[in-house]
């Protein structure tokens, strides 16, 4: 799997390909996101490209577009190259140091104790016939067995540690994929909250799962969570028209630098949630990359560049240029981080405000 092949999420696979670059990779890792978000994709494409012997790096054009060697515009900054020996083994699921755990159950052909072990097959029919978006029910289907629940027991977790403890054939890690982590049993949980705080140095293991409700809070804290953000049409839809008058209030403020609805608007925005509020820097980085296409066209550029406000549409964009595009991006990912990092948000959004609004003089 290739980042090219999931939609969307741009800007969260730029931050993973850039963390990879830099070597600075977790050894144990949560990518937590609705089955629609692509999060089992994503951790699939970031093992690959961590594996790629080619891996591609763009040129880029202006800030949030590249090119690539043959001049196709690509919102990748990179990827891996989908050809070489360990990309192909990946996009078969069949690289010799990847495993992969799932939810299992008792079948026909399986009548006792049953493990992800048994399965890898089925596993890899499913996700040719679904790709990206197969739910854990289709999965039950393709096993035949819809009304029982899967878990990853007692057996799994055992595998997982032969699994790490072997040397790696041919890639610099070992990986262990873990979909749908909220599944594992307790007795699994358990057994792997050591492997999880104490990896050995080529060991990667990454957890996909929806919910961490019911996940032991010691495992959680053991990993380093990757929040997916959701791309269903439904739930972002509601948010987007939100988030456009948040933005826009916020920019307005910004302009004159307003202290006393600052104040109001950062109290607000302090409120909605970690999640929310990741999310709506992620907006704001979208709207502003926007933005700036828009004014480098002069005012051409018109994919889905409304804030729901014909005044801030039509004028707000001249003042994203390329002297201060960069400098907010880095501010907007650098708050992404310290609320990633239990930052208070109060403080890391007011921080960011007057960064923001300097930036916006600078035009
Ligand atoms: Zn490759």
């Known amino acids: 799997m290739q980042f090219q092949n999931i939609k969307k999420q741009r800007v969260l696979i730029n931050r993973l390909t850039e963390i990879i670059d830099s070597g600075r990779i977790s050894h144990a890792q949560l990518f937590l996101g609705e089955t629609q ?20 790096h763009y040129r880029e054009i202006s800030p949030g577009q590249w090119t690539d060697e043959h001049g196709h515009t690509t919102d990748l900054r990179a990827d891996s190259c989908g050809v070489c020996p360990s990309c192909r083994k990946f996009e078969a699921l069949e690289h010799p140091d990847l495993h992969i755990i799932f939810p299992s159950t008792t079948t026909n052909s399986v009548k006792s104790n049953p493990s992800a072990e048994d399965y ?16 854990l029910n289709q999965w039950y289907d393709a096993l035949g067995v819809e009304n029982k629940q899967g878990l990853i027991r007692e057996r799994d977790a055992a595998n997982i540690i032969k699994y790490i403890n072997l040397r790696p054939y041919e890639a610099p890690y070992k990986m262990v994929l873990i979909w749908a982590a909220e599944k594992m049993n307790s007795t699994s949980a358990n057994t792997l909250l050591k492997t999880l705080e104490e990896p050995t140095g080529n060991t990667l293991i990454i957890l996909v799962c929806e919910s961490t409700e019911k996940m032991l809070s010691t495992i959680i804290s053991r990993v380093q969570q990757v929040n997916v953000p959701a791309i269903g049409e439904t739930s972002t839809d509601g948010r987007e028209t939100e988030f456009a008058r948040w933005f826009v209030d916020w920019m307005r403020m910004l302009f004159k630098l307003n202290m006393s609805k600052l104040s109001a608007w950062v109290d607000q925005i302090a409120k909605i949630g970690r999640e929310p509020q ?23 550029y018109n994919q889905t560049l409304d804030f729901g406000d014909e005044k801030f549409n039509q004028s707000f964009y001249t003042v994203i240029t390329q002297n201060n595009i960069p400098l907010m991006n880095e501010a907007l990912n650098h708050t992404l981080m310290s609320i990633e990092r239990n930052a208070s948000p109060a403080l890391a959004f007011m921080a960011l405000s007057f960064k923001m609004s300097s930036y916006i003089s600078k035009k």
């Not at 978000?37 to 591609?56: E, F, T």
């Not at 907006?283 to 051409?300: D, P, Q, V």
């Open 37 to 56: 978000s692509g999060a089992l994709s994503l951790a699939i494409a970031y093992m690959q490209y961590l594996c790629c012997q080619h891996r591609q």
């Open 278 to 300: 990741k999310q709506f820097l992620l907006y704001a980085m979208e709207a502003l990359r926007g933005c700036f296409l828009r004014n480098i066209t002069k005012g051409t």
């Open 120 to 135: 890898q097959e089925d596993f890899r029919q499913f996700m040719q016939k679904h790709g990206q978006y197969g739910t």
